[in-house]
């Protein structure tokens, strides 16, 4: 990968770490009565646009959320993982390719809302109309599956300590070190509980049962109705600790290309 597009790939980890640090402070407010409100990507996005020249600032992010789009996609198709033949090549690449899917839809809802203002919540509406068809619920179902996969590996790389392998740590010294284990650690474990929550709700749609859908907001609420407000807090500020793995793998990315 030559300069520019390595920039532009390390412009992308942060546009995602700020994504992530918006939604985690705003729901950590909310869960300890300082402002602030159960937010995921949809409500970052409001919120930057209705901050200070919001819209440039909305732009700006969307062409790190491309920016992400294609390194995970040169990740998928140029990457140095094993190949899609190998059994972990494919699974490796296709959730490569799928991020990069996830997250260019994102930087797209961000110019939505540049040139209409607020796009509304798709996903309701989205999981709305799958259901609406005779194969919604075994669709709904593969989704919550595959979500529920997400959460199980994100929890084993903060166990495992395979985050590490994101990140050049002969940059880093022993602070460093020991600031991106911790934030590692931490952020892909409230990572794993969110698509646990979002993937078993998603199962409880796709099984006929009325409520929440399948979302952050949705996760965080089933978070504070469960288990109280203080826990919802934690996982939040989880969440923020997550985008500060991401700032650090943004300046010091092992990039395997």
Do not use: H
């Amino acid at each position: 990968m030559d300069q520019k597009k390595e920039k532009l790939a390390r412009f992308g980890m942060v546009a995602k770490g700020m994504v992530y640090a918006i939604i985690g402070m705003l729901t950590a407010m909310a869960a300890f009565n300082l402002g602030g409100s159960k937010s995921g990507q949809q409500n970052a996005l409001q919120f930057i646009r209705e901050q200070p020249f919001g819209k440039v600032l909305l732009i700006i992010l969307a062409i790190g959320l491309f920016g992400y789009t294609f390194y995970r996609w040169f990740e998928a198709l140029k990457g140095a993982e094993e190949p899609w033949s190998n059994y972990k090549g494919f699974v490796k690449r296709s959730g490569y390719l799928i991020s990069g899917i996830f997250y260019g839809a994102l930087g797209i809802t961000a110019l939505k809302m540049v040139l209409v203002g607020n796009s509304g919540s798709g996903g309701d509406s989205l999981i709305s109309t799958i259901m609406s068809n005779s194969y919604g619920p075994y669709l709904l179902g593969f989704v919550a599956l595959c979500i529920a996969g997400k959460a199980i590996f994100q929890t084993y790389k903060a166990y495992s300590g395979e985050f590490r392998d994101d990140v050049n740590e002969s940059k880093l010294g022993p602070k460093g070190k020991k600031i991106l284990i911790r934030a590692g650690e931490i952020g892909f474990t409230a990572r794993g509980i969110v698509s646990g929550i979002v993937a078993f709700l998603l199962c409880k749609v796709a099984l006929g049962n009325s409520g929440s859908s399948g979302s952050k907001v949705a996760a965080f609420d089933f978070l504070q109705d469960t288990l109280g407000g203080v826990a919802m807090g934690v996982v939040a500020l989880g969440l923020v600790v997550y985008a500060v793995f991401m700032f650090i793998q943004a300046k010091y990315a092992q990039i395997k290309i």
